[in-house]
C-alpha cells in the first residue's frame, strides 16, 4: 500500500524551529516530486513546497522562503520541513503529498496524501 | 500569481441530485486544473486532474470540464458519501501551486 505518514509537529511560540518528516513506503520514493500542503484550522488549502525526486530542484510559496527549507533523503524514504521563525499564522495541519507524476517528471497536482501533523504557533 | 474563485460557497442538495461546482480562474491556466474531495477529519482525495482526467479509482459519476478559464465539476448522481469540501487547484501558472477557496456541498 502507498503510504505518507508526518511526524513532528508540536506547539511552539512565535519565533521557533520545528522539523517536519514525512516518511514514505509502497513506492519508489526517489521517483517523485514531493510536496508540503498546509490547512489552517477551518480554512481551505494552501501549498508549501516542492522538492524534485531527486533533490535538486525546490520551491516555495512566497510567504515560505527564507524560512522553510525543503529536503529529502532518498536512502530513508523521506522528507522534510525545517520551519524556522514561525509566526502564528503558520499555525496549520501540515501534509505531505506526492506528485501525480512520476519517473522524475512534475505534474503539480497531488494524488498521495498523509494524515497530517497539527503545527500550533502561540505565546 | 493565479487565484481560483470557487463558486457557490455551499450547495444544499438531497442524495441523488445532479451537483454542479465551479472554478474560474483569474488568467488562462490552459487545462491544468485538478479537483480534490476532502471530509471531515481526512485528507484531500485527488478526483480530476487536467480538467477532465479522472483520477484512479473515482468513480464515473464524477465529471469535469473546461470553458476557458472557466471549469466545471459534476457529480451526476449524489451519493451518501459525496456530502464533503472540494477544492479546485491549478498548476498551469506556478509557482505558486493555488487552491480556491472550496465548496461545501451538504444535504439538503
Known amino acids: 500500500e502507498e503510504q505518507l505518514v508526518e511526524s513532528g509537529g508540536g506547539v511552539l511560540q512565535p519565533g521557533g524551529s520545528l522539523r517536519l518528516s514525512c516518511a514514505a513506503s509502497g513506492f519508489t520514493f526517489d521517483d517523485y516530486a514531493m510536496h508540503w500542503v498546509r490547512q489552517a484550522p477551518g480554512k481551505g488549502l494552501e501549498w508549501v513546497s516542492l522538492i524534485s525526486g531527486d533533490g535538486h530542484s525546490t520551491y516555495y510559496a512566497d510567504s515560505m522562503k527564507g524560512r522553510f527549507t525543503i529536503s529529502r533523503d532518498n536512502n530513508k524514504n523521506s522528507m522534510y520541513l525545517q520551519m524556522n521563525s514561525l509566526r502564528t499564522e503558520d499555525t496549520a495541519l501540515y501534509y505531505c503529498?506526492?506528485?501525480?507524476?512520476?519517473?522524475?517528471?512534475?505534474?503539480?497536482?497531488?494524488?498521495?496524501w498523509g494524515q497530517g501533523t497539527m503545527v500550533t504557533v502561540s505565546s | 500569481e493565479i487565484v481560483l474563485t470557487q463558486s457557490p460557497a455551499t450547495l444544499s442538495l438531497s442524495p441523488g441530485e445532479r451537483a454542479t461546482l465551479s472554478c474560474r480562474a483569474s488568467?488562462?491556466?490552459?487545462?491544468?486544473l485538478a479537483w480534490y474531495q476532502q471530509k471531515p477529519g481526512q485528507a484531500p482525495r485527488l478526483l480530476i486532474y487536467?480538467?477532465?482526467n479522472r483520477a484512479t479509482g473515482i468513480p464515473a459519476r464524477f465529471r469535469g470540464s473546461r470553458s476557458g478559464t472557466d471549469f466545471t465539476l459534476t457529480i451526476s448522481s449524489l451519493e451518501p458519501e459525496d456530502f464533503a469540501v472540494y477544492y479546485c487547484?491549478?498548476?498551469?501558472?506556478?509557482?505558486?501551486?493555488?487552491f480556491g477557496g472550496g465548496t461545501k456541498v451538504e444535504i439538503k
Open positions: 487536467d480538467a477532465s
Open positions: 503529498a506526492r506528485d501525480l507524476a512520476v519517473a522524475g517528471l512534475l505534474m503539480g497536482a497531488f494524488d498521495i
Open positions: 487547484q491549478q498548476r498551469g501558472n506556478w509557482p505558486p501551486l493555488t
Open positions: 488568467q488562462s491556466i490552459s487545462s491544468y
